[in-house]
């Protein structure tokens, strides 16, 4: 890791619309996030977060994984554009491809991802949808280390929203995003000051206030 007054050496990659990019984007912009986006990748070549890149000035590569005879080898040639982009921290930010083992190995405790549920529940794709269908009361969104399995590695930060009885998959899922914009940049200022440590499954978070003591319900409890 780099000197903690230099910013954090991030390598993002995407598939698609790229909204999480652009919130990282406009907080390093601000000056909130202590960062710098190194290289931002796409394995699909009309994913809008390589135009939001570009708009940005930052240095966009699209990978297609088509043009790779494994997995293996698409994961090498990532490695060696981020090893090569001086990359420290790897940042998914809806990337539609599972990594393999050679990639993890390359990036120990350093590849971080955001899942639009609140892990362990509704893993994999269409966590909202999953939680919509399923009929929870809240839902939310999660920050987590990668390790081998699907979304299952340590989490860093987490952010709950409640689930309306007039909510469509689509309302659910446009309030979950918002709070995806929030907490991932926060997860990344974490790790850029240091602030993390990882024992086991358990994140812990050095300097965070305690949240206050309170309990959400929805429907809210009447006098009970
Ligand atoms: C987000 O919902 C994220 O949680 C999931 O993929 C989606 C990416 O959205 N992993 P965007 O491309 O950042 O807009």
Redesign the pocket.
């Known amino acids: 890791m780099a000197n903690m007054a230099d910013p954090l050496k991030l390598g993002v990659l995407?598939s698609?619309?790229?909204?999480?990019?652009q919130s990282i984007i406009d907080n390093i912009e601000k000056g909130s996030l202590k960062a710098s986006i190194q290289v931002v990748i796409s394995n699909n070549p009309d994913a809008f977060?390589i135009a939001r890149a570009q708009k940005h000035g930052l240095s966009a590569v699209i990978l297609k994984h088509e043009d790779f005879n494994s997995r293996e080898d698409f994961d090498l040639e990532l490695i060696k554009i981020l090893k090569s982009n001086k990359v420290e921290l790897v940042v998914l930010?809806?990337f539609m491809r599972i990594l393999t083992p050679v990639f993890l190995k390359a990036f120990p405790q350093r590849i971080i991802?955001?899942?639009?549920a609140l892990l362990p529940s509704f893993p994999g794709t269409h966590g909202q949808k999953m939680a919509f269908e399923y009929g929870v009361k809240f839902s939310g969104?999660t920050v987590h280390f990668v390790d081998e399995g699907i979304d299952s590695g340590p989490i860093i930060i987490q952010s709950v929203v409640p689930v309306y009885d007039n909510d469509t998959e689509e309302s659910l899922a446009a309030r979950i995003?918002e709070q995806?914009h929030r907490i991932y940049p926060q997860a990344i200022q974490l790790i850029a000051e240091n602030k993390i440590k990882i024992e086991g499954r358990k994140v812990h978070i050095k300097t965070v206030e305690k949240i206050p003591p309170v309990a959400l319900y929805n429907p809210p409890l009447a006098g009970f």
Do not use: F, K, T, Y
Not at 16 to 21: E, V
Not at 113 to 116: D, K
């Open positions: 995407v698609g619309s790229g909204s999480n990019l977060g930010a809806g991802n955001i899942h639009p969104c995003l995806e």
